[in-house]
């Protein structure tokens, strides 16, 4: 497995295990004769919340094992591994562009500076060159899932959590945003090998 | 309103799936046992 991979895992399976605790701990209170009517709606907001999180969090570990076992399978054969050695090797770099991309998507109404846009072009031109040393074809499933792997592996829980909780309640925007996480990095790899302006990346 | 009710939302891969539990602690017991099915994959 990739490393950070195991890791990712255990920290999101604490916090779901925290998340059901502290609904837990709500429901009790909220059952208490003594709890105000101003502290039960209080109590019934976070709660919400808290749903809204484990959710995520829930389907982001569904969806990272998922990707995880499917990653191992591609890469099983000798030069499969071989490859999968490699990519191990630039876990940083690649961790590095991950996070620049969903820094970008998280930000969506703020202009990012040319420096960030810098750090992401250098970051994505290495990013890139591994995948095609590692002959991941362009568009393939391959590809899809490592990019979707690597995009759970650079964007941390807490931001999950912090962004989720911005949003929680508003569907639509949800989905919007997780979509983006989704499309951003196919297109920022695209924007690369096709030698597109800086435009495109955004 | 049943305070101990848990309804969780999950969605992998664009599959959406609607789960209600009777109570916080079986609703822990089935994620984890869950998330052990795939693990186990």
């Known amino acids: ?202 | 309103m049943d305070d101990q009710t848990i309804s969780l939302r999950i969605v992998v891969d664009g599959q959406e799936a609607i789960k209600t539990f009777s109570d916080v602690e079986s609703a822990g017991k089935a994620v984890a046992s869950t998330i052990d099915d795939i693990q186990k994959k």
């Open chain 1, 1 to 202: 497995m990739i490393p950070g991979a195991s890791e990712h895992i255990d920290n999101m399976q604490r916090s779901v295990a925290e998340s059901f605790r502290r609904i837990g701990s709500i429901d009790n209170e909220m059952g208490k004769t003594t709890t105000t009517d101003y502290d039960r709606s209080m109590l019934s907001k976070e709660r919400s919340v808290l749903i809204k999180n484990l959710e995520a969090t829930i389907s982001d570990l569904s969806e990272f094992m998922t990707l995880s076992q499917k990653i191992n399978e591609s890469f099983g054969g000798r030069r499969g591994q071989a490859g999968l050695n490699q990519l191990t090797q630039a876990m940083p770099q690649l961790l590095s562009f991950a996070t620049a991309y969903a820094n970008y998507s998280r930000n969506m109404n703020v202009l990012s500076s040319d420096r960030q846009i810098a750090a992401g072009i250098k970051a994505t031109a290495g990013a890139s060159e591994i995948l095609r040393n590692l002959r991941i074809k362009e568009g393939s499933q391959n590809e899809q899932n490592l990019l979707k792997y690597l995009t759970h592996l650079g964007v941390s829980q807490t931001q999950r959590a912090d962004y989720i909780n911005k949003i929680a309640g508003d569907s639509e925007t949800e989905k919007h945003m997780f979509k983006s996480f989704n499309d951003m990095l196919p297109k920022a790899f695209r924007s690369i090998n096709t030698n597109s302006k800086r435009r495109t990346i955004t």
